[in-house]
């Protein structure tokens, strides 16, 4: 099977830029003919999920046939942003390639785009080159698990996109509209008018919005003169960010992995390797760096991914957490549908499968898989039995104790004594952690981990679309949200190697603890002081950068179109009896409600925006590992295309 396409700078056969032929945007007169009433649909953002949305739309006409007309709005080219074609190969994928498709045809052999990341780029002739990936002969092979320089992806977008439209059938006419979408508004006769910045519009029957990430307006805070930084692009730090600064950063996931390499590594500094086995990491810097410290609300240090993935087959069965058991979290027994505290209902069922996965990981890792199918039967035996607490102490005695609420704390533990005392506790955890992700065959620890993903389509089927009470959601968006999140979406391994280098060489310091202030000085610039530490530090820095993104706000963004939709009540806030707590308000099938709690029946929000209301949405939609999204942009395309 060959997989060579259409290159991504190539004129597509069935793929109009609007204005192309007369230089009219499509209407309805436009039409083949007036006995065939042509479905006109409107995708706004062409990220992963907006191109996911197209496939399904592709795949929706081959089945039935239908006239479609799909618009595609976004400014930029396929890649931008996050998969920009420029940037460095330092900025890597958080994911293993082979468990990457943008492909929902996965078993259809006549679709040359049913393609993994991972077979696009051996296809391509793409090889490691040091730490670059390259067309070459030189280098050594790319393996199905490891992490791809993001600009890769971008390629593989462009590649797919091209090539789905260009074996599109004959009744799919796909027109690109690269300028921003700022309003969307009713139309007589159940229609929407998506209004271009260009001042141009667009009718269509159906709206579906994937605007990705968007920024979000500053604080108030942020305007009383202290110097916060974005994240992104990280070209913006070399005009920023000056050799021997001293930069917070306020976060410890992949936005500040990204930030860390592009103020080290992007900064012309290098690792090599070091130890008895060539295992370590000693960085060499260039001179050029900042000094770096980092910090985060909860003060928890990273969590890598397991470097071989324990459950790669998704074929893992709850012994705990089981269909009937989270029924009875969210339905009375008539049936009705009841709001469940997540602290109370269902993490005591998460953490306890979590102690299933470890002792029968352990077993397994021991004494074979026969020894581990018995500790599941026992440990489910057990459960059953009300017994659980005693058979797990019993089986802590062969494979050790494991306390699942220590790990979701992050083992840093409490009552820190000073800077000093944090800091050494923080590399300790990351040693740890680094020795359990490297494993060979998965450690016990990880595979307790994974239970977050596993399960992840189970936490949402408790916590969505208001299926949480008040108190409890806060708490879960707060607290609870990202202690689960630092396990799904973890860094690859090689990131916390590289960060505890970093730290032996002073290059990164993270010594703050548990949310520290920001504050300004007496000087005018930002001061950073402990709120944890027994014995306090207060650190001076010249900026802030902020490590993290923003959950979607309809009240701050700073997307023109969001804004109009909140302003004139098209979208509205998720409320909790009348107490709005910032995501969008959307209902089980994707539609947003409007100000007044009607249905908009005719535009569906799908991905990052809807994240508060959903769960787990920032992530790249793929049938192999990812699946609720293309369920997700099926069902929005099959009630549109019918």
Not at 108 to 123: F, G, I, N
Not at 124 to 148: A, F, H, K
Not at 159 to 165: A, G, K, Q, R
Not at 437 to 446: H, I, Q, Y
Request: hydrophobic share 40%.
């Amino acid at each position: 099977m060959s997989w060579e396409g259409p290159q991504h700078q190539r004129n597509v056969s069935r793929l109009r830029t609007a204005g192309e032929g007369g230089g009219r945007l499509p209407d309805r007169q436009q039409r083949p003919s007036a006995s065939v009433v042509m479905i006109e649909v409107a995708i706004i953002g062409l990220g992963p999920w907006g191109l996911c949305v197209l496939e399904r739309i592709v795949d929706r006409v081959q089945e039935t046939g239908a006239l479609v007309r799909a618009h595609v709005v976004d400014p930029g080219v396929l890649g931008g942003g996050v998969y920009a074609l420029d940037q460095p190969d330092f900025l890597v994928l958080n994911n293993p390639c082979g468990q990457l498709s943008l492909s929902a045809a996965v078993t259809d052999p006549e679709s040359s785009y049913a393609v993994s990341l991972y077979e696009w780029v051996t296809s391509r002739g793409y090889r490691w080159v040091g730490d670059e990936c390259r067309q070459t002969t030189e280098g050594r092979p790319i393996e199905p698990t490891d992490y791809l320089p993001r600009r890769l992806m971008g390629e593989y977008l462009t590649w797919f996109f091209d090539t789905m439209v260009a074996e599109a059938p004959a009744k799919l006419d796909v027109v690109r509209h690269p300028t921003l979408a700022v309003d969307i508004l009713p139309v007589v006769g159940g229609r929407e008018r998506v209004v271009l910045e260009s001042g141009q519009s667009l009718i269509v029957d159906h709206v579906v919005l994937t605007s990705g990430h968007t920024f979000n307006e500053e604080d108030p805070d942020e305007r009383e003169g202290l110097r916060f930084l974005r994240p992104y692009p990280v070209q913006y730090f070399t005009e920023t960010v000056s050799p021997g600064d001293r930069i917070a950063v306020s976060g410890m996931g992949l936005v500040a992995f990204d930030i860390i390499a592009a103020l080290t590594t992007g900064r012309g500094g290098s690792f090599e390797a070091e130890g008895e086995d060539g295992a370590g990491l000693r960085y060499l810097p260039s001179g050029q760096e900042p000094t770096l410290e980092l910090y985060s609300r909860s003060g928890i240090p990273p969590s890598a991914k397991s470097a071989t993935g324990i459950d790669a087959t998704g074929d893992y069965m709850p012994v705990v957490c089981t269909r009937d058991a989270l029924s009875a979290i969210t339905h009375r027994p008539d049936g009705s549908r009841r709001q469940a505290d997540f602290r109370s209902d269902l993490l005591p069922l998460l953490t306890a499968e979590m102690q299933v996965r470890f002792y029968v990981h352990s077993a397994f890792l021991s004494d074979g898989e026969d020894a581990a199918k018995a500790v599941r039967r026992r440990l489910e035996a057990a459960w059953s039995a009300g017994t659980f607490d005693e058979t797990v102490g019993a089986l802590a005695e062969c494979h050790g104790v494991f306390d699942p609420a220590l790990l979701l704390d992050g083992a840093v533990g409490g009552d820190l004594a000073g800077a000093d005392d944090y800091e050494q506790r923080v590399r300790a955890a990351l040693e740890t952690d680094l020795r359990d992700a490297e494993a060979p065959g998965g450690s016990p620890t990880k595979a307790a981990q994974e239970v977050t993903r596993i399960l992840r389509d189970d936490i949402r089927a408790v916590v969505e679309f208001g299926g949480l009470s008040l108190e409890s959601y806060v708490d879960f968006q707060s607290k609870l949200r990202p202690k689960l999140t630092r396990f799904d979406a973890g860094p690859p391994p090689m990131r916390i190697q590289q960060l505890i280098a970093l730290m032996d060489a002073g290059v990164v310091r993270i010594r703050l603890g548990p949310n520290p202030a920001v504050r300004k000085g007496e000087d005018g610039r930002p001061r950073l002081d402990s709120t944890a530490l027994a014995e306090p530090v207060s650190v001076p820095v010249d900026a802030v950068v902020r490590g993290h993104l923003d959950l979607p706000s309809l009240t701050r963004s700073a997307s023109t179109l969001l804004k109009r939709l909140y302003f004139t009540g098209r979208l509205t806030q998720l409320s909790y009896h009348g107490t709005d707590v910032g995501s969008v308000a959307i209902s089980e099938d994707f539609h947003p409600f409007d100000v007044h709690g009607r249905l908009q029946p005719h535009i569906s929000v799908l991905g990052v925006l809807t994240e508060g209301t959903r769960y787990f949405t920032h992530y790249l939609p793929s049938p192999r590992s990812r699946l609720r999204a293309v369920l997700d942009a099926q069902a929005t395309v099959e009630s549109v295309i019918t």
